[in-house]
């Protein structure tokens, strides 16, 4: 699969603008400024391609980015932003809601990313549990491992393991979005999710 050939599809603010092709769809999920749409562009080797910002709240609708004409990268809004308003937060909630419910997305792979910093919050629990009971396979990313110590990276992966109860087999990885870290490994996940 080749990740150099990538195009913006299209945003989508409401179910009737969601892509149901039928392509694979590997989801992006995480708490606002945790660095999802960093990582996408660290991914696909492009500069703001999915638009990043200093402020949370960038992203605030579904974005898809076509790879090789045959998986979608989907950028989600992030959530867990305190100054959001409550009806900006119920707008989120509802279009997640749409979005993960709909029966013509195929979601093949989600990729639950969280601060390699911080011990994960409620909310990045409530996403994780979500895609356990969607039997949606996951996958978490440490990002932002590039404002950590080497000396602290592993007892933090290890409280995100814990938080999010992940079993040792499962794959975590640690990522900077920021210098590269972790491209290669994860590329590889998601190639195993696009066909
Ligand atoms: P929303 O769209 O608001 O949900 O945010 P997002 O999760 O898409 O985060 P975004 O990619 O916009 O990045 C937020 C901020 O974090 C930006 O200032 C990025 O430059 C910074 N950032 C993202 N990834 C990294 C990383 O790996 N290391 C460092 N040091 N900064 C990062
Ligand atoms: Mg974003």
């Known amino acids: 699969l080749n990740f150099g050939n990538a195009e913006f599809v299209r945003s989508a603010a409401s179910p009737s603008q969601f892509?149901?092709?039928g392509a694979p769809q590997i989801v992006f999920a995480g708490r606002s400024n945790v660095?999802?749409?960093s990582v996408i562009n660290r991914l696909l080797g492009r500069k703001?391609?999915?638009?990043?910002g200093s402020a949370p709240g960038k992203t605030s609708?579904?974005?898809?980015f076509r790879?090789?004409?045959?998986?979608?990268?989907?950028d989600l809004p992030g959530y867990g932003y305190a100054k959001v308003s409550k009806a900006e937060k119920e707008r989120w909630g509802q279009l997640m809601e749409s979005y993960f419910?709909?029966?013509?997305e195929l979601i093949t792979l989600g990729v639950?990313?969280?601060?390699?910093?911080h011990k994960p919050t409620a909310d990045d629990c409530?996403?994780?549990?979500?895609?356990?009971?969607?039997?949606?396979?996951?996958?978490v990313v440490a990002n932002k491992v590039d404002k950590l110590k080497k000396s602290e990276v592993e007892a933090n992966l290890q409280l995100i393991r814990d938080t999010l109860q992940i079993a040792e087999g499962e794959p975590m990885v640690a990522f900077s979005a920021e210098k590269g870290e972790g491209r290669e490994t994860l590329l590889r996940e998601l190639s195993l999710h696009c066909g």
């Open 19 to 21: 892509v149901r092709d």
């Open 35 to 37: 660095g999802k749409s």
């Open 48 to 52: 703001n391609f999915a638009r990043v």
């Open 61 to 64: 609708q579904i974005n898809y």
């Open 67 to 74: 790879i090789d004409r045959q998986a979608y990268l989907v």
């Open 101 to 104: 419910q709909d029966e013509g």
């Open 112 to 117: 639950l990313i969280v601060d390699a910093r």
């Open 126 to 139: 409530v996403m994780c549990d979500w895609f356990r009971q969607s039997r949606c396979p996951m996958i």
